[in-house]
């Protein structure tokens, strides 16, 4: 069975230019995440789909950051403009359904704002 | 607020030398989830473990085992005899089962394993 897919792998921008990363999540996986990681820190939820509806998007920082997944598989997450701070791993993982069922993680993009 | 604390940073073991790595937490909330995920250089989160709230057993998997102690709230993790191959960061993560908005994971700061041949 494949795993969760992003790409790219790596992104280096300059501040205030836009940026996109793409998942596709692990095939029948109804429920979709986005989180962030921060070197050296534990990553953090930035937003949760089940199926194509937003469940929590609590920690996404609306005025710069968007994602969307308008058929319930793949997902995008957008950053327009971005900031120095926003230089992190932005990991997507995948669940099969039930809240609480285990999450399995893609490879992460790793970017860099300039 | 759940929260989940590593207190260690970095451990250094020689190749064949038991590590443990420790995880408190904190949740208002009687059920949840408790998991651990590796991270090697590669970077992406590999999933070790899931234990709920309600089954305290221990678990061995391997050259892995699992303390959980709901009394400490804590769940703690071995390694035994351990190989250069362990080498990665190890994250604690909680989840709520029973919130509202969602099950996120929240994550501990993790704690970096190097183990020398």
């Known amino acids: 069975e494949a795993g969760v897919a992003q790409s790219p792998r790596y992104k280096i921008i300059e501040k205030r230019q836009s940026v996109a990363f793409w998942c596709n999540p692990i095939?029948?996986?109804?429920?979709l995440y986005w989180y962030q990681q921060i070197l050296g820190q534990g990553p953090k939820l930035l937003i949760q789909?089940?199926?194509?509806?937003?469940?929590?998007d609590s920690q996404l920082p609306k005025d710069r950051f968007s994602a969307e997944r308008l058929k319930g598989v793949d997902s995008t997450l957008k950053i327009q403009p971005a900031k120095l701070e926003d230089s992190a791993v932005y990991l997507c993982?995948?669940?099969?359904?039930?809240?609480?069922?285990?999450?399995?993680f893609g490879p992460g993009t790793r970017l860099t704002v300039l | 607020a759940q929260k989940v604390t590593q207190a260690q940073t970095e451990i250094s073991v020689v190749e064949k030398e038991d590590v443990t790595l420790d995880c408190v937490y904190e949740t208002r909330d009687t059920t949840y989830y408790l998991f651990w995920y590796k991270q090697p250089p590669s970077g992406e989160l590999v999933f070790l473990i899931r234990r709920n709230s309600f089954d305290e057993q221990n678990e061995i998997s391997g050259r892995y085992s699992w303390n959980f102690q709901k009394s400490t709230s804590s769940f703690n993790f071995t390694i035994t005899a351990s190989q250069v191959v362990d080498s990665a960061v190890y994250f604690c993560a909680l989840s709520e089962a029973r919130r509202a908005a969602g099950n996120k994971l929240t994550f501990g700061g993790g704690t970096r394993v190097l183990v020398k041949p």
């Open positions: 095939s029948g996986h109804a429920t």
């Open positions: 789909f089940q199926n194509n509806g937003v469940v929590d």
């Open positions: 993982a995948s669940s099969p359904r039930s809240r609480t069922d285990t999450q399995y």
